[in-house]
């Protein structure tokens, strides 16, 4: 089974990111809710649409862009001519056509090659173009499957602005990646597959999830006097690098004054007050392993 | 089925194949050799020594059938030429990672595989044609003066090309498109594609063993008989083109 137990929502103007290792089934997830590939059971709506549903499937289609895998463009042909190509089966009128390519190709930089064969085009630059070809009948739900993979990091940043700007559009964007740092700069809220979703919450919730939230206070110094303080007000706590505190919290917000209020008191001389926790590599791993 | 969704698709494999040298090759090539070689061939054997009266009517008897025969072998080219593009439509299109995105635009399966089919079948019916016209302009050039009249056009070769030929070429196009379909591998797609020309060949032979006659009945009644397998295999590209098979099975 290449996915089973998936329950998820993912609301309007929402960047939902899917994180799984290799053969999770992220792309069959894709490729289910892009109308490619039939589910064998369960129920998937895009809108009021049906997923599985043959009625429903062209519809479907029609408000959905998808950036697949692989980039898939024809290497023969001119960027524009891809693009235009592409516009044509959504029914976009030649001006809209017209206006959209001029449009993305100039906010990606490729306005001025767009007469050129593809196949000399870099990795990056077909990606980019890949990523235009999705938008080109201005769909409001975007597929990004792996967006940035294989790219060099400069080409990975202007990837990763468009994708913002598209967020800022008030687009629905799921997107596939590898790339925890992406995940978390871009995404709402994430989503863990290993066939089965593992994990589902915003960035932040997924980090707290793993050890809960810490305050960590540097010093110059720990004393018995500053420990002691921390212990009598019944938080758990550890000393890192010698002059570190590592203190379990459950609401920093509210208990982080009473914290510095107590070390001060100690004698505490606190040199910078931060939160720690857990990184969204560590909640990866975890969590994948313990599936595993 | 919208049918302009079906010629956005064939007008870019038209732009496509124009890049792919082998695809112009093929259908360059092979109609040429047959439009040049044979009258040729006339011409080396009636065309440069004088015949004798005597035995014009049984010369002229004789080169009748050849006629018809050479004409039938354009119904061969029509066969031969679309393996190429035919073939490579679906196959080409995944080993290029194009099909994908292709599938996930708003057409539907009949959509595509028409658009496939016009797209060999076009540029195929034309080079056929092209090749058709340079030979009947050969042989008539040839043959005028000793045959005393110009042999073609006619009846017979009239129904083979408006007729036989365009529906042989559909035939060709939808076997090899259904054969694009269903493996992975262009040659493979190919070798079995070219399995299309062997009952071309059989009507070929059963035409110059006089089993069959050329004449223009003869060739509507064949031509009415491609017709239903052209309706046929539409049918079976459209019930056995499985796109999620493709997707997923394919590497």
Not at chain 1, 30 to 52: D, N, P, W
Not at chain 2, 17 to 43: A, D, E, H, M, N
Request: net charge negative.
């Amino acid at each position: 089974m290449a996915v089973e137990d998936l329950t998820l929502r993912v609301d309007e103007g929402e960047v939902f990111g899917f994180l799984g290792p290799n053969g999770a089934g992220k792309t069959t997830t894709v490729r289910m809710l892009a109308c490619l590939i039939s589910k064998t059971s369960g129920e998937a709506r895009i809108g009021e649409y049906e997923i599985g549903n043959d009625a429903d499937a062209q519809k479907i289609r029609k408000i959905i862009g998808l950036v697949p895998d692989n980039v898939g463009l024809y290497e023969d042909l001119s960027a524009y001519r891809n693009l235009d190509f592409y516009g044509r089966p959504y029914e976009c009128t030649e001006a809209q056509r017209e206006e959209r390519i001029e449009h993305f190709l100039k906010m990606l930089g490729l306005w001025e090659v767009r007469g050129r064969a593809v196949r000399t085009f870099s990795k990056g630059m077909k990606q980019k173009l890949a990523i235009v070809r999705a938008l080109i009948h201005d769909p409001q739900i975007l597929f990004l499957d792996e967006p940035t993979a294989n790219l060099d990091p400069e080409f990975q940043k202007t990837v990763r602005d468009f994708i913002l700007e598209l967020k800022h559009e008030k687009r629905t964007i799921f997107l596939n990646t590898h790339n925890l740092d992406e995940a978390q700069r871009i995404c709402d809220r994430i989503g863990i597959l290993n066939t089965k979703l593992v994990a589902e919450g915003t960035p932040e919730q997924l980090m707290e999830s793993l050890e809960g939230r810490k305050t960590e206070v540097q010093l110059q110094q720990v004393t018995p006097a500053v420990t002691g303080a921390v212990e009598r007000l019944g938080l758990r706590y550890v000393v890192s690098s010698g002059n570190r505190l590592v203190i379990d919290v459950s609401d920093p917000e509210k208990e982080n004054p009473g914290i510095m209020e107590a070390i001060v008191a100690a004698g505490g001389l606190i040199q910078f007050i931060t939160e720690k926790h857990a990184t969204l590599e560590e909640v990866y791993l975890k969590l994948v392993r313990d599936e595993q | 089925m919208k049918l302009w969704k079906s010629w956005v698709i064939a007008r870019k494999d038209f732009a496509t194949f124009r890049t792919k040298r082998y695809v112009i090759y093929s259908l360059v090539v092979t109609p040429l050799l047959i439009s040049i070689g044979l009258p040729s061939l006339i011409w080396l054997g009636i065309g440069s020594a004088p015949i004798p009266p005597s035995q014009l009517p049984a010369i002229i008897s004789g080169l009748n059938d050849v006629f018809n025969a050479f004409s039938f072998l354009f119904v061969l080219i029509a066969g031969i030429l679309p393996i190429s593009i035919g073939t490579y439509s679906i196959v080409g299109e995944k080993l290029e990672k194009t099909l994908e995105p292709l599938l996930a635009t708003p057409t539907t399966d009949g959509e595509i595989l028409l658009g496939k089919v016009i797209a060999a079948f076009l540029p195929s019916v034309i080079a056929t044609y092209a090749g058709a016209v340079i030979f009947m302009v050969l042989m008539d050039a040839v043959t005028s003066t000793k045959l005393g009249y110009v042999y073609f056009p006619n009846w017979t070769v009239a129904v083979i090309l408006l007729i036989t030929v365009p529906l042989i070429s559909i035939l060709s196009t939808e076997f090899n498109v259904i054969i694009s379909a269903r493996v992975s591998d262009v040659r493979a797609a190919q070798q079995f594609g070219a399995l299309i020309v062997l009952p071309l060949v059989a009507i070929y032979i059963a035409t110059e063993t006089a089993f069959v006659s050329l004449t223009p009945a003869n060739l509507l009644i064949i031509s009415a008989i491609i017709v239903v397998i052209d309706a046929l295999l539409f049918s079976l590209s459209r019930a056995t083109f499985r796109r999620e098979e493709i997707l997923t099975k394919w590497r």
